[in-house]
């Protein structure tokens, strides 16, 4: 049993909006400890209540954690998948996640739910989902076949049809949709949203849209592969990306970052017609925001068809949130403060620039630098450089207590560094540091890390990284490549993959390998060369190395005989259960058994018992995680500036 409990979230029972729409239940899903399996319960917002399951409402729950997927079908059915025991085979994927979607009815139980989808042993995950739009009553069938292939099918409903017949007797047959491998798809009424991730040459049309582009079309017309009225809502340019939808009554909402800086862009859809407008901005409020911060919304209810108020959401690295009511209908021109978070430390002093390092390959990197307006440009500032660099995911301005009050009020500097491998310029960004190419995005923090000391902001001794998950995977790297690790004063690697032969073994380690590649065939080559347990081990300390066949071999002389790791702090979580804390154990016993003292002369190791992926299970937890962690900065590289 879990001391902790934290939330995971919730999905709100929507019966189509209208008169009939109650709004009174959700499945309200909680995890013990953090970790990705939870439990989930069905909730009564009427009465504030949990439904008793063997109460006279027979409400649904799951007190088993697993790693579950579930949602209501309607009011008395919901979609689940789980671990179900194995009773069909393997009801999980080699993933972990559900390989088998069931039609569960309120006040029969579990094991009486039938089955009404299934993926493949090898996919990441198979789902099943019902949802109203504006009217129309969609479901859809995915196969998430890797962390960037799906295959999707689709079938239209009526709301009586939903109602009365469950998903095992609808008899109205699901069709594939026609759309490429690794596009996904959304929906805005019956009008069908297509992300693109690669070229797509629209059939039939000789129309060519570009990856990261948004298309939008009729389902109708989509299912039966008519592409002819296709209109490209959004199209990327070098220095443009889509980040992110948002919709309300009548428009959607593109979040786009324009050199990681967000603009908004408001479309209005006229339903008898099928088209969109773009709707112009006189006022100027569709400029780009201020130089590290940012801008959010969405819609102020769970039913986002019913008007077009939004919530606004900004914030920055210095700018507390505030939460403000706008309009799409006038492009958010004018705004009704409604609540703002108080300052959790003090930004008087500081202010955030954006300057751009070039690559090994001559690529241009933007970061942000935190920092005082009056530091001398000595060489004596703390830096502490961090970035993620993986799986299309950007890394945008945001408010942290935690940075401010541990870090920057102590007279430290903070830079976020935007490198390939996440989504700042969209999927290309994405894919140039993807599996073999992995290499572009440690090159990209050695250009950063050396545009930072060649400024004269900070060197060497006063220089550290940090990163987590896949960061963390970074971070062991840089610690153990023969620029990086002497361009590092210090260095905090936080819930990390590092031993890349085995990564896909352990955990959720096989839904990344759409990512880093199969360790399993050819791709272990390079994978080789940015695993840091094995650069760290068998390159750099020569010790003997298994083979192709399981064949210990030889000692070895070392790649890099003057090697000498940075200070260096690992953290972890004995509850996680989505990158295993054995890559962190293992990496920090090579470190001090045998490298010792001459070579990684600084190794501290903290293991957290609860807390999940995330390291931390609640602000407690958090605190002290970030305590022991700028502590370690401050004495390393902050010593006798802190």
């Not at 690992?570 to 001459?598: I, W, Y």
Request: glycine share 10%; aromatic share 10%; net charge negative.
């Amino acid at each position: 049993t879990a001391k902790t409990w934290v939330w995971h979230g919730s999905t709100l029972l929507d019966e189509g909006g209208g008169g009939q729409q109650l709004w009174d239940r959700a499945l309200i899903r909680l995890s013990p400890g953090g970790s990705d399996a939870d439990t989930c319960r069905e909730f009564d917002l009427i009465t504030e209540q949990f439904v008793d399951p063997n109460g006279p409402d027979m409400g649904f729950a799951l007190a088993e954690p697993a790693k579950t997927r579930i949602s209501y079908r309607s009011r008395n059915e919901v979609l689940v998948g789980t671990d179900f025991g194995g009773e069909e085979g393997s009801s999980l994927t080699d993933s972990g996640y559900p390989r088998i979607v069931k039609s569960w009815k309120r006040g029969t139980p579990l094991e009486e739910a039938v089955t009404v989808f299934e993926g493949e042993q090898t996919d990441i995950a198979a789902h099943q989902y019902a949802f109203h739009d504006r009217g129309f009553v969609h479901e859809f069938q995915l196969r998430s076949i890797t962390f960037y292939t799906s295959q999707y099918f689709y079938r239209q409903l009526t709301l009586d049809g939903i109602c009365g017949t469950t998903a095992d007797a609808e008899l109205t047959p699901f069709k594939e949709i026609p759309i490429p491998a690794d596009a996904e798809i959304g929906m805005f009424a019956d009008m069908a949203m297509v992300t693109l991730r690669t070229d797509f040459e629209a059939p039939g049309t000789g129309t060519i849209f570009k990856a990261g582009a948004l298309i939008t079309l009729p389902m109708s017309q989509l299912m039966v592969n008519d592409w002819s009225s296709a209109f490209a809502m959004f199209e990327p340019t070098p220095s443009r990306s889509l980040s992110s939808t948002s919709e309300c009554k009548d428009y959607t909402i593109l979040k786009i970052l324009e050199d990681v800086r967000t603009v908004l862009e408001f479309w209005r859809y006229d339903a008898d017609t099928k088209t969109w407008t773009k709707q112009d901005e006189a006022d100027g409020s569709g400029a780009a925001v201020p130089v590290g911060q940012d801008v959010s919304v969405g819609s102020h209810c769970r039913d986002s068809s019913a008007d077009n108020k939004l919530w606004l959401w900004r914030d920055g690295y210095l700018v507390p949130d505030t939460l403000e009511m706008a309009s799409a209908e006038d492009c958010c021109a004018s705004t009704e403060d409604i609540k703002a978070k108080p300052a959790m430390f003090d930004a008087e002093g500081l202010f955030v620039e954006q300057h751009f390092a070039t690559s090994k390959d001559g690529t241009r990197i933007p970061y942000f630098v935190m920092r005082r307006k009056d530091l001398a440009m000595d060489g004596e500032n703390p830096v502490l450089l961090d970035a993620y660099g993986g799986f299309e995911i950007s890394m945008l301005p945001g408010y942290s207590a935690g940075v401010g009050a541990g870090w920057l009020e102590r007279g430290g500097c903070k830079v976020i560094a935007n490198i390939r491998g996440g989504g700042e310029y969209g999927p290309a960004w994405h894919q140039a540091a993807l599996k073999d190419k992995r290499y572009k995005c440690f090159e990209d923090m050695e250009a950063v890390a050396q545009a930072l000391i060649d400024s004269k902001l900070t060197r060497r001794e006063r220089l550290a990284c940090i990163g987590g998950s896949n960061g963390g995977l970074l971070v062991g790297n840089l610690i153990c490549r023969p620029i990086a690790s002497r361009l590092f004063g210090a260095a905090v690697c936080q819930v990390p993959l590092l031993d890349m032969k085995r990564y896909s073994k352990l955990l959720a380690g096989a839904s990344w390998m759409g990512e880093y590649g199969d360790p399993d065939t050819k791709e272990w080559e390079f994978l080789r060369k940015h695993s840091p347990y094995h650069l760290l081990r068998n390159d750099i300390l020569g010790r003997p190395e298994l083979g192709g066949e399981g064949i210990l071999g030889e000692s070895t002389e070392s790649t890099d005989p003057g090697w000498e790791c940075p200070k260096v702090l690992f953290t972890t979580s004995t509850r996680d259960d989505r990158v295993h804390p054995g890559h962190a154990r293992k990496m920090v016993a090579t470190l001090l058994e045998e490298a010792g003292n001459d070579k990684a002369p600084t190794v501290y190791y903290w293991e957290n018992t609860e807390g999940g992926h995330g390291g931390a299970a609640d602000n407690s937890q958090r605190a002290h995680m970030w305590a022991l962690t700028y502590n370690f900065l401050a004495q390393t590289i902050g010593k006798g500036k802190m």
